[in-house]
């Protein structure tokens, strides 16, 4: 049974249909990110609000990557959290309000890649690893073609200056340093 006639099976990367603009698709997108709490689970919040836009050329090696995240639309389902979270003590949004990634480097192939990016964040600049998996491409109802990736990277809180903690009563801290970053990344070609 066919449910969708514009719909076509996932195929894998092919330069000659993918050189171009390809931009966000935002209703299908998601940025999230996990940080330790109490030492003993993690707490999952997202940004609700960023931009991706790829370049992609003819050779992976020199396509471009850049994001930018608006770091008012933190979301961990915490009003009061997600509060502190725009304050100095963390993200100190009323003087930073996006963060960006730009890639330098893109390694691999279209299916398995590594992008060497620079992220900044709070006014700091630090090199940020990001690790892809390409989930294929389609056609979408509207004509255009779709691409979707999942995009993994950790990076450590206090490069950028994020350095609020609390001390817990059985030792340790209330957060851990690591953050890890996860893209589920629906990109269209652009005429």
């Known amino acids: 049974m066919d449910l969708s006639p514009h719909m076509t099976i996932a195929t894998p990367l092919h330069t000659e ?9 935002p209703a299908h997108s998601e940025l999230s990110f996990t940080v330790r709490h109490l030492a003993i689970s993690k707490v999952r919040g997202f940004f609700r609000s960023f931009d991706v836009t790829i370049e992609a050329t003819e050779r992976l090696a020199d396509s471009t990557i850049t994001a930018t995240i ?4 933190i979301d961990t389902n915490n009003e009061m959290r997600d509060g502190h979270l725009k304050t100095n003590d963390f993200f100190l949004i009323e003087e930073h309000p996006t963060a960006t990634y730009v890639s330098r480097s893109i390694t691999g192939t279209p299916e398995e890649f590594t992008v060497t990016g620079d ?10 690893i990001l690790r892809g998996e390409f989930g294929g491409m389609n056609r979408g109802g509207d004509g255009a073609l779709h691409a979707a990736a999942t995009v993994r990277g950790k990076l450590n809180r206090l490069d950028f200056g994020v350095a ?6 059985a030792g340790g801290l209330m957060l851990g340093d690591e953050i890890t970053l996860d893209f589920d990344l629906q990109v269209v070609l652009q005429d």
């Open 164 to 169: 609020w903690n609390a001390p817990l009563e």
């Open 70 to 73: 608006d770091m008012a639309s």
């Open 119 to 128: 992220l900044t964040l709070r006014g700091v600049t630090k090199e940020v």
């Open 17 to 25: 249909s993918t050189v171009g603009t390809w931009k966000l698709d």
